[in-house]
């Protein structure tokens, strides 16, 4: 049998900042956290427990951007980012991040965090042995205009990147507030991929498809909700990045047992299995893909689909 590559399309690198780094940098910018060693820090930074939404999920993020407070701390965690991607064995990881809401604890400015970031995930690809690209990220939660400012920041290094996102509070700040952006990010020849389907419905994954032009859907499990929807994912080779823990997490299904992916990889949808925040959520691509995924039902052969998806919809040829 063929070994397919092991792939992370999902995965933020903002959600994935040690603890370790995230001592060293406070202790570096002089910046106070609630804890001062790696055991009583975790309970702040990491989710053990379901939480009661996708908004206090990202309540996590708090400390690891509190510590940002310099372009350098932007490219250590970028570069970090890569190097982890090569202890879990990657051989090809897509790194997502917003400028502005890394940006927002100092005041940084989107465009240098921009610059800092692509910089050390293109340095750890020249030292480590995987291949990584770059995501850029609309924080929705921002409103239209400041996205504006950040989909600028990004555009002006649209050739170290492969694709923009839309992340955030989906439910409050729905696809049709993002039609501008998006059609600028099309004409810049970048793809699209936009969280949906987690905190809102089947409806924003349809908007996401049809208003912003949409290839690939993150997380989209709630198009279990629609079966229409579904054979059009398939019709239309829509590829969905599911993230099996972190919606356990954020109380987006109820359970492992109760995620639709083995459901949605029987249909013929292009799912795929990855981690989105593993330092927010302590995991790992090899949880996702054992433990969680056998929980939610999957076999050896779901897996496999899940990976070969994820070659047949990864941004860039592999």
Known sequence: MTTLPRIDLHRHLDGNIRLQTILDLADKNHIRLPAHDLESLRPFVTVTTPQAGLLDFLAKFHWPIAVLASLE???????????????????????????????????????????????????????????????????????????????????????????????????????????????????????????????????????AIHLLGATRIGHGVRAIEDPELLDFLVEKAIGLECCPTSNVQTSTVTAYEAHPLRTILARGILATINTDDPGISAISLDHELTTAASRCGLDEEHVRMAQANSVRIAFRRL
């Open 73 to 207: 701390d932007c490219y250590r965690v970028a570069w970090e980012n890569v190097e982890d991607a090569a202890r879990e064995n990657l051989d090809y990881i897509e790194l997502r991040f917003s400028p502005l809401f890394m940006a927002s604890a100092h005041g940084l400015a989107p465009v240098g965090v921009v610059e800092a970031v692509t910089d050390g995930i293109a340095a750890g690809c020249r030292e480590f042995s995987v291949r990584a690209e770059s995501i850029g990220i609309l924080s929705r939660t921002y409103g239209a205009e400041l996205c504006r400012e950040e989909l600028r920041a990004l555009l002006a290094f649209a050739e170290r990147l492969v694709a923009i996102d839309l992340a955030g509070d989906e439910a409050n700040f729905p696809a049709r507030h993002f039609v501008e952006h998006f059609r600028l990010v099309r004409e810049a020849g970048l793809g699209v991929t936009i969280h949906a389907g987690e905190a809102a419905g089947a409806e924003s994954i349809w908007d």
